[in-house]
């Protein structure tokens, strides 16, 4: 068995005991390997140990990836921050993407998605914690940006998506999790229909899933240190 293999099969009973602690069904939570920075051979690796879903930071990189892998029929999520000249390669080489948090790029992906494709499923990512200098909408501007990305007639608008600062500890983790989960269900009371919690990485998944993360982003435990 590869490395790769062992520590998918690793993250999987972890994410597999999280939803059991946190009484969910196992299959509750989809995991997403975070592939950046490795090349095709690792994520080629990780799709032989029955691995379908993809996230990338940066688009140069992971288009060439995506080319590479085509005859695959790969899933790839669009999980990093994308500057107003890359929406046209994001649209037309993502299924999903992450990282929406203004509604100028919301408006630019679904101008550029082409007809040919099903719509690009979308996450709004959220600044739950105030970051200064971080990407994601405040939360008190969430539900209108929501409202203005589910109109857009080439998105599919299916969640809210978070990175917060790395915490100390299980309970804080949880505590800031627990707030994106909050707004998820006060957009969902007000007009939308989310599905998507994207929370969680190698370091707090077990938080995420405790606080009813729908889908971890999992890098460095899958594929080792950047
Ligand atoms: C890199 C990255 C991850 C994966 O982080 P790990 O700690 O390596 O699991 C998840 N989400 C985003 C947005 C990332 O940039």
């Given at each position: 068995m590869t490395t790769i293999a062992a520590n998918l099969q690793d993250v999987r009973e972890r994410l597999g005991a999280a939803c059991r602690a946190a009484g969910?069904?196992?299959?509750?939570v989809q995991l997403l390997a975070v592939?950046?920075?490795?090349?095709p051979e690792a994520v080629a690796q990780a799709f032989a140990a029955g691995q379908r879903a993809f996230g990338e930071n940066y688009i140069q990189e992971a288009v060439e990836k995506i080319h590479a892998l085509r005859h695959l029929g790969l899933e790839w999520h669009c999980i990093g921050p994308i500057q107003g000249n890359k929406t046209r390669l994001v649209a037309q080489n993502f299924?999903?993407?992450?990282?929406?948090?203004?509604l100028k790029t919301a408006q630019r992906l679904s101008d550029q998605r082409?007809?040919?494709?099903t719509p690009l499923q979308v996450c709004i990512q959220v600044n739950i914690d105030g970051?200064?200098?971080?990407?994601g909408v405040a939360p008190r501007e969430a539900l209108a940006l929501a409202l203005q990305v589910a109109a857009l007639p080439r998105l599919r608008l299916r969640g809210l998506m978070c990175i917060p600062e790395p915490a100390a500890n299980f309970a804080t983790a949880m505590a800031v999790h627990a707030q994106t989960r909050t707004l998820f269900d006060h957009l969902n009371t007000n007009g939308l229909s989310l599905d998507t919690l994207s929370l969680g990485m190698s370091a707090d998944l077990e938080a995420a899933v405790s606080a009813g993360s729908t889908m971890v982003r999992v890098g460095t435990a899958i594929f080792g240190k950047r």
């Open positions: 969910r069904s196992p299959d509750a592939s950046k920075t490795f090349g299924d999903w993407v992450h990282t929406v948090d203004r082409p007809a040919s494709l970051g200064a200098n971080k990407s």
